[in-house]
């Protein structure tokens, strides 16, 4: 990280950098990053100018209050962070731009990169995902989140026709709600005790409930990140059902209530992290190609929805503060450069 301004090589552009708990700044950074993660020669180089970055207030939030466990350190480094846990730190993986430099076939396209908060960078070409025509850069910020859906909804593996409950309506939740709904016959219950989430829900033509009688779903995906939220998760499931478990709680403990009915129902609790994809599909699938499908998956125009606000880069330090603080009720902020 360099605090200089003189145009050279190491101080070519501008990055948020999370530079103490609840605290960050807008800084002077290379353009490409120092420790050599872009590639060797400028033939597989790509130059990106950022039109909009999206900020995902779950793991982004853990990051921003140092709350990432030594443990996992290594293991939540974002694809092109700088910098090491907590702080000082270059972090994000939601950006859109534009490719000013580069190789035939890419220059002048707009693509998605898994990249933190930064006007501008350079990436090897193999970084980039052209949007698919017709994909708007304003709303491809939510490719990460898709994602995430995605390859939840992989782990947890729906039926035709099964009743499907999903507790905590953030953006994940909220899109594996969608993306569940519209598997044919499925019954899908979206549930959150923030009565706000009602509106979102209905706009993406969701069955919304602050609680539910009905305790025998075949499947429960809980999103919420909140203890209480897990404890109503296990809950809902029916006999043999799966619980599927999306929350990242980085260093707060996790009460789970596994007396009950948990061992009389023979339920089972998975977990999923979008990190890695289901072994059934690793023979067919890569990031890449879900990175695609995710893209493809973002055509429709209602998910611009989960898209609470959009501020400009330059007001970052003041933005982060406030919708990364505890209680807030942003679902996706856009930033625009």
Known sequence: MSSTNDGSSHAATRAFWTTAAG????????????????????????TVQSLYSGVSRGTES????????ASEHQSMRAPFQQGDFPWPVKYGYANVGR?????????????????PH??????PASAVTPLPPGLPAARAILAANME???????????????????????????????????????????????????????????NFASQSSFDDFDLVIHASGQSAGLATALG??????TVVEMSW???QPVIAPLG???????????????????????????????????LDLLQDPVLDALISAETPFEQMPQTMAQILAPGDDTLCHRIRY
Request: charged share 20%; net charge positive.
């Open 118 to 123: 930064q006007q501008r960078y350079k990436v």
């Open 99 to 115: 490719v000013v430099s580069g190789p035939e076939g890419l220059a002048g396209k707009t693509v998605f990169c898994l990249y």
């Open 249 to 251: 709680y980085g260093d």
């Open 62 to 69: 853990l990051v921003f209050h140092g709350r990432v466990p």
């Open 23 to 46: 605290e960050g700044k807008i800084l002077d950074t290379a353009l490409s990053d120092p420790a050599g993660t872009s590639a060797a020669t400028t033939d597989t180089e790509v």
């Open 260 to 294: 009950a009915a948990f061992h009389p129902r023979r339920l089972t609790l998975k977990s999923s992290q979008v990190g890695g994809i289901s072994p059934l599909r690793q023979p067919r699938w890569d990031y890449r190609r879900r990175l695609i499908l995710a």
């Open 236 to 241: 809902l499931a029916g006999p043999e059902a």
């Open 148 to 206: 995430t859906a995605v390859n939840g909804l992989w782990d947890a593996m729906p039926g035709v026709g099964d009743r499907i409950a999903v507790v905590g309506l953030g953006v994940v939740g909220l899109l594996v709600a969608w993306l569940a709904s519209r598997i044919p016959g499925t019954h899908v219950v979206a549930l959150d005790i923030n009565s706000g989430r009602e509106a979102v829900a209905r706009k993406l033509g969701l």
